[in-house]
């Protein structure tokens, strides 16, 4: 059975946004005759009959019947789109918002769609585009659970709802991204330091003999320990890190605020740290929170 086949019980659906998100999971969900789309761009609609999407004259043509909406334009545009569009859509139609953007920004789209007698459903995906409709999606909202079903019809084989609240599925993926984003500016800063220095092989050689695979609950418990134990003193040892950077010549972006946060941790004064992750996490809140309240009487 060719995917085209598979899908004709699929939604009618609309595309916001045909940029490569878009027109990878058109072309590869064969939507022939219940997809239409709209993008600002000329050439961006011309793209679309290639991938079996109907090219529209505008954003109210395509959502004109639509039951489900993909909305998939750049994140700074997240906003202005469900505002802007949230006054054409078709009652009680589902607006799956598949932006990077934060909780707060889908809240605030939430409320114009809400109000416009559609619905809002809060989608994150997990995985780089090109595994198209095996892309991981996270959904929440609450009608997840339609969204996820339509979601389905056309296609999308990896998905899960994650909660009834808006901006949960947002939250997941950017506290990954905080470390995964955060992890790939942390490696460029040092290959770019240890390559200026002439000692790019041995740095690396150290980091493969150091490398142990466990899992992250166990790193980030461990991580907490001992930057709460040793942070004033690693913010010391990272502070001269910063120095080096500068003196190579590249600007220390990243490890500047290393330093902050092992200094911030390390003067908390949590010692000795409790055990579990769980635990830890609470003192510092805790310590945290008593420390603000000290600062503003």
């Known amino acids: 059975m060719s995917t085209q086949d598979s899908n004709t019980n699929a939604p009618r659906v609309a595309l916001i946004g045909f940029g490569e998100a878009g027109s990878t999971f058109a072309r590869a969900g064969g939507w022939s005759g219940h997809a239409a789309g709209w993008d600002l761009l000329p050439e961006r609609r011309a793209a679309m009959a290639e991938c079996q999407v109907t090219a529209c004259a505008d954003a109210a043509e395509a959502l004109a019947g639509a039951q489900l909406v993909l909305s998939l ?46 619905s809002y459903v809060d989608v994150a995906v997990m995985a780089p585009v090109d595994k198209a409709l095996a892309v991981p999606l996270l959904i929440a909202g609450k009608r997840a659970t339609e969204a996820e079903q339509m979601l389905r019809a056309l296609g999308f084989s990896n998905t899960r709802v994650v909660g009834p609240e808006i ?43 150091s490398e142990k695979p466990v899992a992250w609950a166990t790193r980030a418990d461990y991580n907490l320990d001992r930057m709460l134990i040793h942070g004033q003193r690693r913010s010391a040892e990272m502070a001269e890190a910063a120095r080096m950077l500068r003196d190579l010549g590249i600007d220390p972006l990243m490890t500047d605020n290393t330093v902050s946060r092992q200094q911030a941790l390390g003067e908390l004064g949590i010692s000795p740290p409790p055990d579990g992750l769980a635990a830890k996490l609470t003192a510092i809140n805790d310590r945290s929170t008593s420390g603000t309240e000290e600062s503003e009487a």
């Open 167 to 209: 901006g949960q599925a947002s939250a997941i993926k950017l506290c990954r991204s905080v470390m995964v984003k955060g992890l790939e500016a942390l490696t460029a800063e040092m290959v770019l330091a240890a390559n200026k220095a002439g000692v790019l092989g041995e740095v690396l050689a150290s980091l493969d003999a």
């Open 73 to 118: 334009v750049t994140a700074d545009q997240a906003l202005k789109a469900a505002q802007g569009y949230a006054p054409m859509l078709p009652k009680d139609a589902l607006f799956c918002d598949m932006n990077s953007v934060a909780p707060g920004t889908k809240q605030a789209a939430a409320a114009a769609v809400e109000a416009a007698g559609a």
